[in-house]
């Protein structure tokens, strides 16, 4: 679209957040410019606390539900010009501007948008943080990118909609209704929504009342790898890091406490409204491998009780490709319904990536190789039935395909 790259052409028309991060690591491999472009065009729309929003509507409205003006973010002083949300999303960038200025460098970029970066990462572990851990809380599924997943859904079963506005759905028009979240639960998604603008966005309000507050372990490991890649773009242009370090530092301290369960050997969700971790194995228990927050025991067992476990990931029994976004033994578990059982190109390539580093290079390619296959023989679907490989969601989806340039050019 010129600043910004859709992620998929009709079923989402605006720019996203951790899809534009995605974005222009793909168009780093050709077009460096461009990728610059899209990342100046995502924080453009940085509001004036810090956060950056999940979705910025550039070119107004489109047939997308929520339209700009359903958000009524001009009640928050903090909103920007820019028409955006007024949610966030996993914090991608920093660790994907380390990665393009590696291979390409581009110090004058990293000066340029080092402060807005910091500034988001600042808005996570202060105006996010419920305890003092500097953990992130989310305040809506549409902020952790898996909005469907069944990690959410005892938290947002406690949710009563109420005095609802009048709305259109409008994301089963382009995808089947059979892909796309029940109806009871986008109404709460919309309830949500709802009590946000009546409560002008503001964070203290949003920490005290929100419905849904849950400490997250996907933004939390992406975070807590950004933050590490935060410090080294820090370090390359003469910034302070004592800020930054005290950040990992807390989070080093709190993460395992706080989501490691023992007896399972897996990482779990946290709903910080109810006080208890949310039992719910799914493929974010492997993400705090990207982050280095798993010890080398803890890595161990996730990849030999879980990862490698037919029962509930590894191809073999029902599902034939890496990694299906739910372990098959949740009764939540949908081979074709959205973060319900899927694949999906951007997780496997994040787990691909975090399995590299604690010694596991032959599953990371395996992992690698399935993607590859996947996008090549069916095409760049938003997501995949794992168990036949068939495409489902939005047809020439963004992400999918700068991902396939970047495994094809053996990043990790
Ligand atoms: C999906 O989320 C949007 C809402 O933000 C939607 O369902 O309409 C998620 O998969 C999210 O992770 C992604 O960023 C977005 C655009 O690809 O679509």
């Known amino acids: 679209m010129g600043v910004f790259t859709k992620p998929g052409p ?6 996203w957040n951790w899809d534009s991060a995605v974005i222009a690591l793909g168009y780093s491999h050709f077009d460096l410019p461009r990728a610059l472009d899209e990342i100046r065009s995502l924080l453009k729309a940085q509001w004036k ?7 910025i509507y550039h070119t107004g409205r489109s047939d997308y539900f929520p339209d700009p003006e359903f958000w009524q973010i001009n009640g928050s002083s903090n909103a920007p010009l820019v028409p955006s949300s007024g949610l966030t999303q996993p914090p991608l960038l920093a660790s994907i501007v380390r990665t393009i200025h590696a291979r390409t460098p581009a110090p004058d970029f990293i000066h340029e948008v080092y402060p807005p970066l910091l500034r988001w990462h600042r808005w996570f572990h202060t105006q996010r943080d419920a305890d003092g851990s500097r953990l992130a809380c989310l305040v809506h599924p549409w902020e952790s990118g898996t909005d469907d ?23 089963t028009v382009h995808v089947s209704g059979s892909q796309r979240p029940h109806q009871e639960d986008y109404d709460r998604f919309i309830h949500l929504v709802n009590f946000f603008r009546t409560s002008r966005y503001d964070s203290a309000t949003l920490l005290a009342q929100s419905p849904f507050l849950v400490q997250d372990i996907l933004t939390n490991s992406i975070l807590h790898r950004a933050d590490q890649d935060l410090r080294e773009l820090a370090l390359i242009i003469g910034e302070p890091v004592a800020e930054i370090d005290g950040w990992i530092k807390s989070v080093r301290s709190t993460f395992n406490a706080r989501f490691w369960n023992e007896e399972a050997g897996l ?5 910080v409204r109810a006080g208890r971790s949310v039992q719910v194995n799914t493929e974010m228990t492997f993400m705090p491998l990207v982050a280095g927050l798993a010890d080398q025991t803890q ?22 490709f890496w990694v299906t976004s739910v372990s098959q033994t949740e009764p939540a578990w949908e081979a074709r319904r959205y973060w319900r059982g899927p694949v999906w190109i951007i997780t496997n390539w994040l787990i691909a990536d975090g399995l590299q580093r604690y010694g596991y290079a032959e599953i990371a390619a395996a992992i690698r190789r399935d993607s590859l296959h996947l996008l090549r023989e069916t ?9 036949d490989g068939s495409g489902c969601g939005s047809p020439d989806f963004s992400w999918s395909a700068a991902l396939a340039i970047e495994l094809l050019a053996g990043g990790t």
Do not use: C
Not at 49 to 55: A, E
């Open 49 to 55: 606390d810090g956060m950056v929003p999940h979705i």
């Open 267 to 271: 990482y779990y969700d946290y709903d």
């Open 379 to 387: 095409g760049f679907w938003e997501y995949f039935d794992a168990s």
């Open 10 to 15: 009709r079923q989402y028309p605006h720019q």
């Open 299 to 320: 890595a161990d067992r996730l990849v030999a009780a879980h990862l490698l476990n037919p029962a509930e990931y590894a191809p073999g029994g029902r599902v034939r």
């Open 149 to 171: 997943s069944p990690r959410w859904l005892s938290a947002i079963a406690k949710i009563t909609p109420k005095d609802l506005p009048a709305y259109q759905r409008r994301d």
